[in-house]
């Protein structure tokens, strides 16, 4: 059974900078997809960042570009998602994702596996 625990969450002033972990048992990460998506109270879940197997290649939601940056160890098992120049639209709970490798990886339907979320959140 494939579990993510997210970690690194918290509660920082805009402008700050957060980084996210969310390390993988019980699967292949090393040829599996991985993405951060969040969800902040009453809107749906959005992608983040996604990430290759190889890490060779990312993708960024227009919001996040430029400020974010998503990458992997696969000797680790993890994803990770720095996250510099925070504002206070970016609180939301986030949720790592690993796909089943079905769709392209920015295709959300490939995500099959995600954590419990952490949540992250901005003063202004």
């Known amino acids: 059974q494939v579990q993510l625990v997210e970690s690194g969450g918290g509660l920082v002033q805009a402008g700050d900078s957060l980084k996210l972990s969310c390390t993988v048992s019980?699967?292949?990460?090393?040829?599996?997809?991985m993405a951060w998506f969040r969800q902040a109270p009453g809107k749906e879940r959005d992608l983040v960042a996604c990430?290759?197997?190889?890490?060779?290649?990312?993708y960024y939601a227009d919001s996040v570009k430029g400020r974010f940056t998503i990458s992997r160890d696969n000797a680790k098992n993890t994803v990770y998602l720095q996250m510099n120049s925070l504002k206070s639209e970016d609180t939301a709970v986030y949720y790592c994702?690993?796909?089943?490798?079905?769709?392209?990886?920015?295709?959300?339907?490939?995500?099959?596996?995600w954590g419990q979320g952490t949540q992250a959140t901005v003063s202004s």
């Open positions: 019980g699967g292949t990460f090393s040829t599996t997809v």
């Open positions: 994702a690993g796909g089943s490798g079905t769709y392209y990886y920015t295709d959300r339907r490939a995500y099959v596996n």
């Open positions: 990430i290759t197997v190889s890490g060779s290649s990312t």
